[in-house]
């Protein structure tokens, strides 16, 4: 039933419905879009928060890496400030004038093993000849040192200088020193020994302890011939002024 000039209630109701359904789409609508809002929100922070975590974790490892380098650092400087540390030199002597020393040193803290020394070219000295063992043969260089302790010094003549520079001879040696030390073989060390420093070279001696007690005595000679010399002409006159005295006697 449709009341005269008005609205037909079935339209009204289909129009309310429809309303009603496009309120109910456009919540809807906003709703998904807060949801998607809100989804792409955590999205973010679940990347963000996967991004400090994967910072942390690279700067935990960085920090885990510099520790590892700080402590192998640390562990290798420890090693090497306990290792033997075997110098060879050749170098003029202190105590003899032209006397060229051959000088094996162990200036590290610990006992030195098994040290072996290589000279290139083999060593040669003028000393060396047919009727003597030549310094390269020597056990020192053919079979090592067994052990060389903390400070412990071999010195040993090489040659005399001025001998030394008048013969054709290899000026210039590369040295290789190995060793074991406490925890190993130690590194190692290379260099070069270049003897043409010494030609020509004005070298102050040191006199020994021995030297020195050999002047003194020199010189309490000295002293004692001094001192006979000066009481002599006294007891020739205390004898003259006897004799005097005698004959003074005698003739009274």
């Known amino acids: 039933m449709r009341p ?15 309303l ?17 809002s809100a989804a792409i929100d955590q999205a973010a922070d679940a990347q963000r928060a996967a991004d400090a975590a994967k910072d942390q974790a690279v700067s935990a490892r960085d920090q885990a890496e510099i520790a590892a380098n700080q ?6 400087a420890f090693t090497e400030s306990q290792q033997p540390y075997v110098v060879v030199d050749i170098r003029a002597s202190d105590f003899i004038s032209e006397a060229m020393n051959l000088v ?6 610990t006992v030195a093993r098994n040290v072996r020394i290589k000279f290139e070219p083999p060593i040669q000295t003028s000393m060396d000849g047919d009727d003597r063992e030549r310094l390269a ?10 052990h060389l302790p903390p400070g412990r010094k071999i ?15 290899p000026r210039r040696y590369t040295v290789t020193v190995e060793a074991d030390g406490p925890y190993g073989a130690v590194e190692p060390l290379t260099y070069l020994i270049d ?13 020994t302890l021995h030297q020195q007690v050999q002047e003194i005595e020199k010189l309490r000679k000295a002293v004692e ?10 007891r020739e006159a205390e004898a003259a002024e006897w004799r005097r005295g005698r004959r003074a006697t005698e003739s009274g």
């Open 104 to 109: 094996i040193e162990n200036v590290g803290p």
């Open 20 to 36: 009603a359904a496009l309120l109910l789409s456009l919540f809807s609508v906003w709703y998904a879009r807060r949801q998607a």
């Open 137 to 146: 043969d020597t056990l020192i260089f053919t079979q090592g040192i067994p």
């Open 4 to 18: 005269p000039d008005g609205p037909d209630w079935t339209d009204i109701l289909t129009a309310i419905a429809a």
């Open 195 to 207: 003897l043409e420093i010494y030609r020509k070279l004005r070298h102050l001696t040191v006199k």
């Open 225 to 234: 011939e001094v001192a006979k010399e000066l009481a002599h002409p006294r």
């Open 71 to 76: 402590l192998a650092l640390d562990r290798t």
């Open 155 to 169: 010195e040993a003549l090489f040659d005399i200088g001025w001998q030394f520079f008048q013969k054709d001879l």
